[in-house]
C-alpha cells in the first residue's frame, strides 16, 4: 500500500518540473528590428529570410491581439520577453553528440528522449529543441539515403534555400493572425522535413520541444513537405519546467502534401499546466495548418492535448486537390484550472474531398474545455462529405464542457455530419469497477481511455502506450 | 467466514437495516428472500462496500472488520457481487475490463498477473461452461446488451474471478428459462467445501435449480424467519404479505 501510494504521488507531480541549470545567449529583452536581426543574424541567416521576418513584423504592428476566444489571460507584456535565449555551447554549433554539452544531453535522458547512438529510441528519428536552439538530430545519415531531409529549420534555410522559399509561409502566410504573424517575425527553431518523391518515409520522425528558460517566449517553426506519392508519420512532445510565471509558446507549424502523398502529424502535449491552484503554466497559442495541396492527398491530425494553463489552437486542413482528405482525431484534458478552446477547421476547396474529425473532451477540477470547429464546404467542393463526432466527458461539478460547431455547406452535392454527446462519470460506473478489484485511479483510468480509444489508437503504436499513460495520470486526484 | 451482528443501516436519515444477523460458513448457500423495500439490495450494497450508508453493528469477512475496507479491498478479499443492474461502460471491451479485474485482484494478493495468452485461455474456457457467446467479450461492457446477457456476463465474471463469497442481487429477475439454467449451472459449478454464497431473490423459482443449505425472511430490514428450502416453497404458497 505504501509502495502504491508513493508511486501515485510520484505520478501526480509533473516529472517533467525540473529546470536545467545552463548558460544562455540571449537576445536583449523585448520585441523590436534589432532583436529581429539578431535572431537572424546569429543564425547567420541569409538576406531573404531577414526580409521575411521583417516583413511579417511590419505587418505585426499593425494587428490587435485577438480577444474572442472563451480562455482569457492576462495582458502579454510583449516587451518584457526575451525571444531568442539558446544554450552558451550552442553558439559555436557542436559538430557532434561527443561535442555536446553533457548538461544537455542528461535533460534529455531525463526527460526520457535518449539521444545518444546506442541509447536510441528504435526505429524513431528525433530532432531536439531546447528553447530556441535545435541541438541535435538523431538518425540523420540514415534519412539521407533515401533522400529524407530532416534537420532544425535553421539548418533548412542555410541548406536548402529553394524548397524554404518556396514553401515557408505558402499555407501560414505572414499577414495571418497575430501570434501566427509573431511567429513569422521572431521564430527560433523547430524542424523542417521533405520527404522526396514516391518514399515512403522507413522510420517515425519526432521533434522534441522543451523550454527551459525564464521570461522567454518559445516560437517554434515547422515546415514539413511530403511530395508526390510520399508518406511520413511525425510526432512532436513537448514539456517545460514548473515555473510560477507563464510562458508563451506560440508556434507555426505548415504541412504540405503534394499528389498521392500523405502526412500523418501526432502530438502529445504534456507542457507544464500551472499548480492546482492555476499558478503558472504555458500558454500554449499554437497555428497548425496543413494544405493537401495535390490530387489524393492525405493530412491526418491526431493530437493529445494534456498539459499547458490555456491551450489554444485549431490544427486545420485546407483541402485543396480533387478527392484529398483531411482528419483530425484530438483528446484535450483539462484539469483544475487549465483551459483549452481547442478543435479544427476542414476548408474543402476541391472535388470529391472528404474530411473526418474525432474530438473527445475531458474536464474536471475546475478546468474549462471549449471545442471549437469550422467545416466550411466551397461551391465547387462538388460531392464532398464531413462527418464530425465530438465527445465531452465531465467529472465532477465545477468543470465546463462546451462545444461551437461552425457549418458552412455551398455546395448542395455535399454533406456534412454532426453528432455530439456530454456525459459523466457515474458514482455507479466507478463503484461497479470498485466491486471488480479496481482501485480509484485505476477504475478512472479505465473508463476514461475507454472514452478515448478512438483517438488512442490513431497514434504510432510506440507513443499510445505512453500517451494512455499520460491521459491517466492528468486525471490523478480529480475525483475524490 | 462471514458473521453479521446487529447489522443496522441508514442512508438520508431512512432506516432501511433494523438490526440484522447472519452467519455464514464456508460452503454454504444461503438465500435471502423478501419483498420489495425489505433491504435485500442495501445488504448487498454494504456487504460489497457501496458508500452513501450509515451503517452500525459489526461485518467480519474471514476474522477481518469488513466494514473498515474499500469497495476493491474487499473484491481483493474474494467477494464479489453479481449487480441487478449491470452498469454500462462504453468504449471499454469486456474483455479488456476482465482482464484489468481479474489482475488487479491478483497483483493485491501478490500473485502473478496473467499475459494475454493465460487470459484468453481461462477466458475460453470459462465460455465455454457457461455456453457464453464469446463475440459477447469484444463488445463494449454491456453496451446493447440483452438483459439476459448482462446477467450471464456478470455469472461469467464470477465464475472467472472465483470468490470466496459471491452475493448474487436478484440475478434471476427479468430471465427466461435458459439464461435462468445457466446462471444457476455457474452457481452450481463453483460451489464447493470453501465457497459461500448469498443468494438474494423474490421467488423460489431459482433456488429449484440452486439447491440453498439455508433460506432466510427478510422483512421491514430484519430476518423473521429462517429455515431449509421448505421454507421457500412454503412462501411462495403464503406470499409475503400473510408471511409472519
Not at chain 1, 513569422?184 to 518515409?201: L, M, N, Q, R, W
Not at chain 2, 419483498?35 to 477481518?64: A, H, Q, R
Amino acid at each position: 500500500m505504501d509502495n502504491r501510494q508513493k508511486e501515485i504521488d510520484n505520478l501526480k507531480d509533473y516529472k517533467y518540473g525540473f529546470s536545467t541549470d545552463i548558460e544562455n545567449t540571449r537576445a536583449p529583452k523585448g520585441l523590436n528590428e534589432d532583436v529581429i536581426k539578431f535572431i537572424s543574424d546569429i543564425k547567420k541567416e541569409p538576406q531573404w529570410m531577414l526580409d521575411f521576418r521583417l516583413k511579417a513584423f511590419e505587418r505585426f504592428k499593425q494587428l490587435k491581439e485577438p480577444n474572442w476566444q472563451k480562455p482569457k489571460y492576462p495582458k502579454i507584456d510583449y516587451q518584457d520577453l526575451y525571444y531568442y535565449s539558446a544554450p552558451k555551447s550552442m553558439d559555436d554549433k557542436p559538430k557532434s553528440l561527443d561535442e555536446l554539452d553533457p548538461k544537455l544531453l542528461e535533460t534529455y535522458k531525463k526527460l526520457g528522449i535518449p539521444l545518444q547512438e546506442q541509447a536510441r529510441l528504435n526505429g524513431i528519428a528525433v530532432d531536439a529543441v531546447f528553447d530556441s536552439v535545435s541541438v541535435a538530430t538523431t538518425f540523420k545519415e540514415e534519412l539521407t539515403k533515401q533522400g529524407i531531409i530532416f534537420c532544425p529549420i535553421s539548418e533548412a534555410i542555410q541548406k536548402h534555400p529553394d524548397l524554404v522559399k518556396k514553401y515557408l509561409g505558402s499555407v501560414i502566410p505572414t499577414t495571418d493572425h497575430f501570434f501566427a504573424t509573431l511567429n513569422s517575425a521572431v521564430f527560433t527553431d523547430g524542424s523542417f522535413v521533405y520527404i522526396p518523391e514516391g518514399v515512403k518515409c522507413p522510420m517515425e520522425l519526432s521533434t522534441y520541444f522543451r523550454i527551459n528558460a525564464t521570461e522567454t517566449g518559445q516560437f517554434e517553426r515547422t515546415l514539413i513537405i511530403a511530395d508526390k506519392g510520399s508518406y511520413v508519420s511525425y510526432l512532436e512532445g513537448c514539456t517545460a519546467p514548473m515555473r510560477d510565471e507563464n510562458q508563451l509558446h506560440a508556434a507555426n507549424v505548415e504541412l504540405i502534401a503534394l499528389d498521392d502523398a500523405e502526412i500523418k502529424y501526432s502530438t502529445v502535449q504534456n507542457w507544464y499546466p500551472g499548480d492546482k491552484d492555476g499558478k503558472g503554466g504555458i500558454y500554449n497559442f499554437v497555428t497548425k495548418r496543413g494544405l493537401c495541396k495535390g490530387k489524393n492527398s492525405k493530412i491526418s491530425w491526431t493530437q493529445v492535448e494534456t498539459g499547458s494553463a490555456i491551450t489554444w489552437k485549431y490544427p486545420s486542413c485546407i483541402l485543396k486537390g480533387d478527392n484529398s482528405v483531411g482528419e483530425f482525431y484530438s483528446i484535450a484534458i483539462t484539469n483544475n484550472h487549465q483551459k483549452a478552446d481547442t478543435g479544427t477547421k476542414m476548408i474543402h476547396l476541391g472535388k470529391n474531398t472528404k474530411s473526418k474529425i474525432i474530438s473527445k473532451g475531458i474536464s474536471a477540477g475546475y478546468s474549462d474545455m471549449m471545442y471549437r470547429g469550422l467545416v466550411d464546404i466551397s461551391s465547387k467542393a462538388e460531392n464532398s462529405r464531413n462527418f464530425t463526432q465530438c465527445d465531452s466527458l465531465l467529472m465532477g461539478n465545477k468543470c465546463g464542457a462546451h462545444t461551437i460547431p461552425y457549418i458552412k455547406n455551398k455546395n448542395l452535392k455535399s454533406n456534412i455530419e454532426h453528432e455530439a454527446t456530454t456525459s459523466k462519470i457515474s458514482d455507479e460506473q466507478l463503484y461497479y469497477c470498485n466491486q471488480r478489484g479496481l482501485n480509484q485511479e485505476e477504475a478512472i483510468s479505465l473508463i476514461v481511455n475507454g472514452f478515448c480509444k478512438e483517438v488512442l489508437q490513431q497514434l504510432p503504436m510506440e507513443f499510445a502506450v505512453e500517451a494512455q499513460k499520460l491521459v491517466s495520470i492528468s486525471l490523478e486526484g480529480s475525483v475524490g | 467466514m462471514l458473521a453479521i451482528e446487529n447489522l443496522k443501516a441508514k442512508i438520508e436519515d431512512k432506516e432501511i437495516l433494523k438490526g440484522l444477523n447472519l452467519n455464514i460458513k464456508p460452503g454454504e448457500v444461503h438465500a435471502i428472500m423478501g419483498p420489495n423495500g425489505s433491504g435485500k439490495s442495501t445488504l448487498s450494497n454494504i456487504l460489497s462496500g457501496k458508500k452513501g450508508y450509515e451503517v452500525k453493528g459489526s461485518v467480519t469477512f474471514e476474522g477481518e472488520n469488513l466494514l473498515d475496507l474499500e469497495t476493491e479491498e474487499r473484491a481483493h478479499k474474494g467477494i464479489f457481487l453479481a449487480f441487478q443492474y449491470p452498469l454500462e461502460i462504453p468504449g471499454v471491451n469486456t474483455n479488456t475490463f476482465l482482464k484489468t479485474s481479474i489482475n488487479a485482484i491478483k497483483k493485491a494478493r501478490g500473485e502473478k498477473e496473467l499475459d494475454a495468452l493465460e487470459f484468453l485461455k481461462l477466458i475460453k474456457q470459462k465460455s465455454a461452461e457457461l455456453k457464453f457467446d464469446e463475440k459477447i467479450l469484444s463488445r463494449q461492457l454491456n453496451v446493447g446488451f440483452s438483459g439476459g446477457e448482462k446477467k450471464k456476463n456478470e455469472i461469467l465474471q464470477m465464475s472467472i474471478l472465483n470468490p470466496k463469497l459471491s452475493i448474487l442481487d436478484e440475478t434471476d429477475s427479468g430471465l427466461d428459462i435458459d439464461a435462468l439454467r445457466i446462471v444457476s449451472e455457474g452457481v452450481n459449478s463453483l460451489r464447493n467445501k470453501d465457497n459461500s454464497f448469498l443468494i438474494i431473490t423474490h421467488y423460489q423459482r431459482l433456488l429449484d435449480y440452486i439447491k440453498p443449505d439455508f433460506v432466510h425472511v427478510l422483512k421491514d430490514g430484519q430476518i423473521i424467519k429462517s429455515g431449509n428450502f421448505e421454507l421457500a416453497k412454503e412462501l411462495e404458497k403464503v406470499g409475503y404479505e400473510d408471511f409472519n
